[in-house]
């Protein structure tokens, strides 16, 4: 039996017994205990964490495969967010996040991976490798706070809120969530670039051009959203759109290249 199988099933159970909790306590208009869907929640993480130990983790180095970093990504947001909550009222966001974590987990878990190569452990390599991951999870954090404002717009305005909705924090509360998610995963992003810049031996490799360039479009996309919104005070339906233009570049970036790389060309 594979080591990470028990920790595996262990988070997505639990992600799934905090989106059944909350959904329930969401559809009966009753407050959440904030509390146990946090405990809940940090014990899902660290199995998802436990789990991924095993899967990622080889003697000759790090083994970053397609699902594997999907699972990677959606623990790192699902642990912002449950630290987010404990200063800003974003804990709605764990309703979408908590499925994703058990999705993620669960295929990760059971289908095999592609071909992968190792990645060196160098504290450079590293140091790029966990900054992307943020940025990406940042960004995630982003997007999901920029649907969830999509439907409160749309609820609003035509004077019907009702389900999840109703417990939201007011829409210009909202927005400024959403920017400061922004703000966060664009510091991030950066970062990242600057050290795949230092550290990565040729990020115009072949295998690396389309990731490369696709992320740097995406820095630009999220440069102009937040200089837009800075000296052009954009918000509503523009800033949602510039969110998910540039979360998909982003998500193209990693997820694209590596779908193809792993499963389609083998390399």
Not at 55 to 64: D, E, V
Not at 85 to 102: D, W
Not at 252 to 257: N, V
Request: proline letters at 4%.
């Amino acid at each position: 039996m594979s080591p990470s199988l028990l920790p595996s099933l262990a988070a997505a159970f639990l992600y799934a017994a905090a989106t059944v909790y909350h959904g329930t306590r969401v559809n009966q208009r009753e407050t959440v205990d904030k509390r146990l869907l946090y405990l809940v929640g940090t014990l899902a993480v660290v199995a998802q964490g436990i789990a991924l130990k095993f899967q990622l983790m080889t003697p000759l180095g790090l083994s970053l495969d397609f699902f594997g970093a999907a699972s990677l990504i959606s623990a790192a947001v699902i642990a912002l967010t449950l630290i987010a909550c404990t200063r800003i009222p974003v804990e709605n966001l764990l309703l979408l996040l908590f499925p994703l974590g058990a999705l993620t987990t669960l295929v990760a878990q059971f289908i095999p991976k592609g071909t992968v190569p190792l990645i060196n452990e160098e504290p450079g390599m590293l140091a790029h490798i966990l900054l992307s991951i943020l940025a990406y999870g940042m960004f995630t954090i982003a997007v999901f706070q920029a649907l969830l404002l999509l439907v409160q717009n749309h609820q609003l305005k035509h004077k019907h809120p009702a389900g999840l909705i109703r417990n939201f924090p007011p829409l210009q509360t909202m927005e400024s969530l959403l920017f400061g998610f922004l703000w966060a995963g664009w510091a991030l992003l950066s970062m990242s670039l600057i050290s795949g810049w230092l550290f990565v031996e040729n990020l115009f490799a072949q295998h690396l051009v389309h990731k490369t360039l696709l992320a740097c479009l995406a820095w630009i996309v999220f440069s102009v959203l937040l200089w837009g919104r800075n000296r052009l005070g954009w918000r509503g339906h523009k800033a949602i759109r510039w969110t998910l233009a540039g979360f998909c570049l982003l998500m193209l970036a990693y997820f694209g290249s590596k779908l193809v790389r792993e499963y389609i060309l083998h390399i």
